[in-house]
């Protein structure tokens, strides 16, 4: 017989002293460091109340297994009620991110075909190669500039603006024009409007938004001018192809981005292709430039394995003979590195089902309809998963018995990243490109941590130095 949900460990009978402490000892930006703790206080499994927010909380890839594969046909995951609130408070339609049931689903299919079918994703690759190239030519210009053969800097910005370009090239098949050196002002805010939408996000993970609207709190103003300006900026480049479109009906062959095909399929309504084209373009700006950043970070300071990947891509160049998608069929290391990346640096600290249906974890009985939570970053860091797991080792990835229920940076099932097959491509060939031609270094013994913004960053600045070979 199963325990029952009232044995679990944790601290979970004291919802509103927790908070109190939590937010006394300025953990809001220390979750992640948090939840290792917990792990090692309770063991593998453990639920927890802070304020609002009621969870069980596992780490153990055979539970996530469980979990997962009882998700049945509509998976819920955790709904950010900031997200909510603010769709709620200015009347915006929800878009995948947000919906629920059978409304999320018919959405979803049509969605999956224009972003992570193999017949829509083999045309990206050009898209996003093209960014990719236009990345090295910046940088290129930059090594020029500083009359030493090196460039040194943050490149946080410079990878933000390579995400939204790459990412608007693929839902629009339009260049923004945002590795030139004058850029549009307006895409600079969105990219702002982005940072500040999630900052603003987390403190409202467990104080709800409505009570923080009504003491017109300085978040929550925050959040609404944030949403306000995400939105506006992607209504006006939604338009932008609406417009055209009905402007030149001839029927081009050639592929001109998510959103016409979207629009021209004319199977889900302008509303719904709106909300979630726009969660799309927000959804691509700090997820894969934090993650580059972390990668190349990594690499700098593991300069065998920077060797290494550079061999493979060089290798995949010439028995491609310059057709980049098979090119990309070759370069199995470097898909491990990316991995990898994301098992040190998740984006996602966990993730998160509401079960829809009984089940049993560590021999514990959890109810249907209960929040359970992965989390991801103490797996990807804990040595009974990853032996030596601050070793930042691509290979063990390409090891098949020791990965089961191990890689699920992207999450898991027809509820995971809608995003998954435009970030993983747009990352694998900046990649090649940047491997290609420079050399990536960084000061040694520099240490740098993990903050929790709603998504995890890194909690300095990273400074790069790209060398030209
Ligand atoms: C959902 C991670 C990039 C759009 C998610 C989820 C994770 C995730 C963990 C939740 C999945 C689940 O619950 O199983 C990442 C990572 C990225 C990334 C690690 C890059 C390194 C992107 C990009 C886009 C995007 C580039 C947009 C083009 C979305 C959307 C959802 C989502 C719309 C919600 C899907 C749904 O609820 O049906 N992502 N993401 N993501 N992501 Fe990403
Ligand atoms: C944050 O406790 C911590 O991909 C919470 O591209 C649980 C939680 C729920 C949903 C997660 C969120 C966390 C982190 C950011 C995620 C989000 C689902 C999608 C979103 C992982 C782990 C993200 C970054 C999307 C964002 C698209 C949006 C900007 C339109």
Known sequence: MAQPFNELPGNWRTGWLNLYHFWKEGSFHNIHNIMIHKFQK???IYREKLGFYESVNIINPEDAATLFKSEGTYPE??????????????NKPYGVLLKNGEAWRSDRLVLNKEALSLEATDCFV???????????????????????????ADLTNELFRFALESVCNVLYGVRLGLLQDIIDPEAQKFIDAVT?????TSPMLYIPPKLLRRINSKTWRDHVQAWDAIFMHADKCIQNIYRELRLNRKTTKEYTGILSSLLVQDKLHIDDIKASVTEMMAGGV??????????????ARSPVVQDQLRAEILAARQVAQGDVLKMLKSI????????????????????QRCTAQEIILQDYLIPSKTLVQVGIYALGRDPKFFPKPELFDPQRWLKTDSTYFRGLSFGFGPRQCLGRRIAELEMQLFLIHMLENFKIETKRGVDIGTKFDLILIPDKPIHLTLRAL
Do not use: C
């Open 42 to 44: 309770f063991g593998p």
């Open 77 to 90: 995951r955790f709904t950010v009620p900031a997200w909510v609130a603010y769709r709620d408070f200015r």
């Open 126 to 152: 050009p898209l996003l190669n093209e960014v990719g190239e236009d990345f090295v030519n910046r940088v290129q210009v930059q090594i020029e500039k500083s009359g030493r053969g090196r460039w040194t």
């Open 196 to 200: 500040l939408m999630f900052h603003t």
């Open 286 to 299: 700090d997820t894969t430039s934090m993650t580059l950043q972390w990668a190349m970070f990594e690499l």
């Open 332 to 351: 199995r290391l470097l898909k491990a590195a990316i991995k990898e990346t994301l098992r040190l640096h998740p984006v996602a600290v966990t993730l």
